[in-house]
């Protein structure tokens, strides 16, 4: 069964270092999506991206975030100078262009010390 | 505003017991979702339900919407152990927003 697949799953990063987290969307799925859960609390929208471009970001994905879909199946999120309160599980989604429902990956845990 | 509360937070039931999930919301919605979460682990999607619906069956799962007083519930039949984890709402917006809205979540253990 395809499914989204994200790396790494766990990262350990020191407060300022810029990080990217990888993602491959499920292959003819055309929306992709990220969210992230700080331990114990909500999933939170970052943001969508849909034919090359964000289509809807939350207060959350400040100037810090950017996302790319630099080849045919990868989508990344970068963070350019990680805080402490960027320590979150970060989860990549994708879906079809005519369901709601949204495809999960397992996740990226960001470590920032 | 929030937007999908789930109550109650944690829930315990012994295997074979139905298990109820309620849902609020506050805004208008295009759709509701539910999903499931395993300890540290990714979502996997349950069951959506748009807004001009008002029942819903897969499997085991029935899911209730009432627009009118901006709720929703998840009935899980016939309870198993691998039922155990963490069950979201997920709203998504009638304003054309693509984001979904999640709740705080219910945690459910199943007492084998």
């Known amino acids: 069964e395809p499914e989204v697949t994200q790396t790494p799953s766990h990262q350990v990063t020191q407060m300022g270092q810029e990080v990217i987290l990888r993602c491959v969307p499920i292959?003819?799925?055309?929306?992709f999506y990220w969210y992230r859960q700080i331990l114990g609390q909500k999933v939170e929208f970052l943001v969508s991206?849909?034919?090359?471009?964000?289509?809807?970001k939350s207060e959350i994905f400040d100037d810090q975030f950017s996302v790319e879909r630099p080849d045919g199946s990868n989508f990344t999120l970068k963070i350019r100078s990680t805080k402490l309160e960027d320590s979150a599980m970060y989860f990549c989604?994708?879906?079809?262009?005519?369901?709601?429902?949204?495809?999960f990956g397992e996740g990226s845990r960001l470590t920032v010390l | 505003s929030q937007q999908g509360e789930e109550d109650p937070q944690a829930l315990s039931i012994q295997e074979g017991e139905n298990a109820t999930m309620n849902c609020s919301y506050k805004?208008?919605?295009?759709?509701l979702q539910w999903y499931r979460q395993n300890s540290g682990r990714g979502l996997v999607h349950l069951i959506l339900?748009?807004?001009?619906?008002r029942e819903k069956h897969s499997g085991r799962l029935r899911v209730t919407l009432d627009t009118s007083k901006k709720s929703s519930s998840l009935l899980i039949t016939a309870s198993r152990a691998a039922d155990t984890a963490s069950y979201f709402c997920?709203?998504?917006?009638?304003?054309?927003?693509?984001?979904?809205?999640f709740g705080k979540g219910t945690h459910l253990i199943i007492q084998p």
């Open positions: 989604a994708s879906r079809l262009a005519n369901t709601g429902e949204l495809f």
């Open positions: 292959s003819n799925h055309l929306y």
């Open positions: 991206f849909y034919n090359n471009e964000i289509s809807e």
């Open positions: 805004t208008s919605i295009n759709n």
């Open positions: 339900i748009r807004s001009n619906e």
């Open positions: 997920a709203t998504a917006g009638g304003g054309g927003a693509d984001g979904l809205t």
